[in-house]
């Protein structure tokens, strides 16, 4: 099965304006002291480590980015950790201390489960106010009823069940809870590391492939439950997000290389058809050809139109051009700024030519963006011109200019976290669960994955990705027609996309629902906190440009007192909760 997917499904990130601050000065450092607050806990973190066998890519990732430590969106002065001895500990924080008011459960058959064999650790996800699920990390995972969460009550197993083929070890990365008109359904993203026979390897070009199962249980009364559907997906690179929404209806996977659906016990799954020969079975609905200075298009209209019947828009990077009260030509973002007064269109009998005139000497690869009906045809002065500039890129010697006394461009070593993109196509794709297709696609290939946060419990959680130097929260929606964008821009941290580069001990970055601040963990000892830019008291300027300043955005650091690992954190708008493998810290924001 091909990992494709159609670029008519392409969906921009469409970034807000008004939430941009391109005079920002940057952060200045505060040494504002943050009350910490500590714990411990008496058996112990339960913590699982790579075995020999777990070597892959696909491995580390599931192990080097797990949270061990799990926040209540219904009650979120609490958190919830699982000890060595496989209890379920809940920790809550007050306005002068955090402690562990008590262990509410234990995930059952602990001496079997914890000697399962390249077994995963424990997850815990929170699907209602009186519902849990818990994956053991070893194949099985099981349904509590919580009762109020609020008072340490005893949790009850309602459901357990191994729902992989062969009980295999899985994470459990998601779940949600949605009424139906006949009672409720339960739906669990369970992940798992598939290492490949001799076909796979061919078909997919990876030793291993990420495998996300899809399971669906059904109940009536929220009593008794039964398995009701199984989907699975595979991806030849790992991911860095998967949820579901809300209702259980879409699967939103942000990744380095796509994802497709394997298998569904309720539908059959359809291999989509490789791009080359869709391509070949659809006529273009258009030609164009570019030079250096401009974009000719050529279409060809129904017999009896007039140049009364054709309308056209143009903005310096949108056109709006087409038959009055029948279909558009062309419609949406240009690839490059054009020309306005420069350009223009013409009609002779059934045919309109098109120019649009550039602003800059580039390619283009396309007329508007996402827009494929077209085919271009290439002037020969232009393939010529292509490779000229080429053939210094195909040189053997590192340094093709033979002028002496230049120094090498660079080399690898030179190169910083932020100059790597993956080799494949990283993209930000939505899935329809019914149909197997996807929905909604976003090129992320230039937008660094930074984190996921969890905004609001009624939709999925919100993924940062880098823009420039910036971080920006991207909040994906739980219901969305097909032409609407799927993912929506609500907030910005300044500069983080840069800041996060250049720590090379980072381990976990978080911010607050309200997006207040964000942090950065590193792996042991420090958190950094980087707070929205407030108002001062106080206007000052700018020694370098005399502007006025209103507004600081101030950075703060934490420095925690014991030396173990950071395995885990979680933020409220007010408390920072930082885990390490024997303390549970809690950091007052405000």
């Not at 459901?159 to 949605?178: G, I, K, R």
């Not at 690898?412 to 993209?427: G, H, I, K, R």
């Not at 950075?555 to 885990?568: F, K, M, N, R, Y």
Request: aromatic content about 10%; proline content about 4%.
């Amino acid at each position: 099965m091909p990992f494709h997917i159609f670029d008519k499904m392409a969906d921009k990130l469409c970034v807000r304006r008004e939430l941009l601050d391109p005079n920002f000065d940057g952060y200045k450092l505060s040494l504002d002291p943050l009350p910490t607050y500590t714990c411990t806990f008496d058996n112990g973190l339960a913590f699982t480590s790579l075995s020999q066998d777990q070597y892959s890519y696909h491995h580390a990732k599931l192990f080097g980015v797990h949270n061990h430590l799990y926040q209540d969106p219904w009650n979120t002065d609490s958190v919830f950790l699982i000890d060595n001895c496989w209890g379920i500990l809940q920790a809550v924080s007050t306005d002068t201390s955090v402690f562990i008011s008590g262990q509410v459960g234990n995930i059952p058959d602990m001496n079997t489960q914890s000697a399962v064999p390249e077994r995963l650790n424990a997850s815990v996800r929170f699907v209602s106010e009186d519902m849990a699920v818990i994956g053991d990390g070893a194949g099985r995972f099981h349904l509590y009823c919580t009762g109020d969460r609020s008072t340490s009550h005893q949790w009850k197993v309602l459901f357990s069940d191994s729902p992989l083929e062969n009980s295999t070890p899985f994470l459990l990365v998601d779940a949600v809870l949605h009424s139906v008109d006949s009672g409720y359904k339960l739906h669990c993203l369970c992940v798992h590391v598939l290492d490949c026979d001799a076909e796979q390897k061919d078909k997919y070009r990876s030793t291993h492939i990420t495998v996300i199962e899809w399971i669906t249980l059904s109940s009536g009364d929220k009593n008794t439950w039964v398995l009701e559907r199984s989907r699975r997906l595979y991806g030849r690179r790992p991911f860095d997000y998967a949820a579901l929404t809300k209702d259980g209806s879409a699967l939103i996977v942000a990744a380095e290389a796509g994802f497709v659906f394997d298998f569904d016990s309720l539908k059959p799954v359809r291999e989509e058809e490789p791009m080359e020969t869709a391509l070949n079975q659809q006529e273009p609905e258009y030609t164009w050809s570019q030079n250096t200075e401009e974009v000719t298009a050529q279409f060809t209209l129904p017999s009896g139109l007039t140049k009364a019947d054709v309308y056209y828009t143009l903005s310096h990077d949108y056109i709006d051009f087409g038959i009055k009260n029948g279909k558009h030509l062309l419609k949406g973002q240009l690839h490059a700024d054009v020309e306005v007064e420069s350009s223009t269109w013409t009609i002779q009998n059934q045919r309109v030519e098109l120019t649009l005139s550039k602003v800059e000497d580039q390619v283009w690869p396309q007329v508007v963006v996402g827009d494929n009906r077209g085919e271009m045809t290439m002037d020969p002065a232009v393939v010529a011109q292509i490779h000229e500039r080429l053939a210094a890129l195909t040189s053997d010697q590192m340094n093709p200019d033979p002028d002496e006394g230049k120094e090498k461009p660079y080399n690898s070593q030179q190169l910083e976290e932020c100059d790597v993109y993956p080799e494949d196509s990283s993209a930000l794709m939505r899935f329809d669960g019914d149909t197997h297709k996807v929905t909604h696609k976003t090129n992320t290939g230039s937008n660094q994955f930074l984190f996921s946060v969890s905004l609001c419990k009624d939709k999925p959680p919100a993924l940062c990705l880098r823009h420039d130097v910036d971080g920006i929260l991207w909040q994906p929606e739980n219901e969305c027609k097909e032409a609407q964008s799927s993912w929506q821009h609500v907030s910005t941290f300044n500069a983080l996309g840069y800041v996060q580069a250049s720590k090379q001990n980072r381990k976990f970055s978080v911010c607050a629902p309200d997006c207040s601040f964000a942090v950065i963990c590193d792996i042991w000892r420090h958190a950094y906190v980087y707070r929205q830019p407030a108002a001062i008291a106080s206007p000052i300027r700018n020694r370098k440009d005399g502007r006025q300043v209103n507004t600081i955005a101030k950075q703060q650091v934490v420095s925690l007192e014991c030396t173990d690992h950071i395995v885990g954190i979680q933020s409220t708008a007010q408390t920072l909760f930082i885990l390490t493998e024997s303390v549970l810290h809690a950091v007052h924001m405000n």
